[in-house]
């Protein structure tokens, strides 16, 4: 497991999008910090497929900025997971949101992975709202599934 924690202030580029961070869980984009407008917002395409995964758990996510059309596809052995962004008030009022979506990001890449020769790897990003005003960490992770699993005690410890 490989992880890199930063820490960002995020408020002026939220102002320049005419954006306000998400309430509770939502994917993020993978070009938030390059983007010139919401509409230019690229996601994984595998967000589409967790889309489904969390609704089938009764999890609500929803794409940051609105519904798009835009998705990047890899041509590689790797598995790249949309950024995930978890609110304060959220991971503060139900500490288990954490652990159930690093469940089902784990089942997935797991299932992924599965029958495959070749050791492969996991990479998301994690957005993680801290208690000041538009100051956010971002982990970002590599790893296989197991490793995915167990790193619910590193982003708890963030908030």
């Not at 306000?20 to 983007?35: C, D, Q, R, Y």
């Not at 790797?78 to 991971?91: G, K, M, N, Q």
């Not at 960490?137 to 982003?155: T, W």
């Amino acid at each position: 497991m490989d992880y890199k924690i930063e820490e960002l202030n995020i408020e002026d580029r939220l102002e320049e999008l005419d954006l306000k961070l998400p309430v509770g869980l939502s994917f993020f984009p993978e070009n938030f910090e390059t983007a010139k407008k919401k509409g230019d917002f690229i996601f994984t395409e595998s967000m589409v497929d967790l889309n489904k995964l969390f609704r089938q758990s009764n999890i609500s996510f929803g794409a940051f900025g609105g519904d798009t059309e835009l998705y990047r596809s890899r041509k590689n052995a790797d598995i790249y997971l949309p950024a995930i962004f978890l609110s304060f008030s959220l991971i503060s009022e139900n500490p288990n949101i954490v652990s159930v979506s690093l469940n089902i990001l784990s089942s997935y890449v797991y299932d992924r992975l599965k029958g495959s020769l070749v050791k492969n790897i996991a990479q998301v990003e994690f957005y993680i709202e801290t208690k000041e005003k538009g100051k956010v960490k971002k982990i970002s992770f590599k790893g296989d599934s197991e490793a995915l699993k167990n790193f619910e005690n590193i982003i708890k410890a963030l908030k």
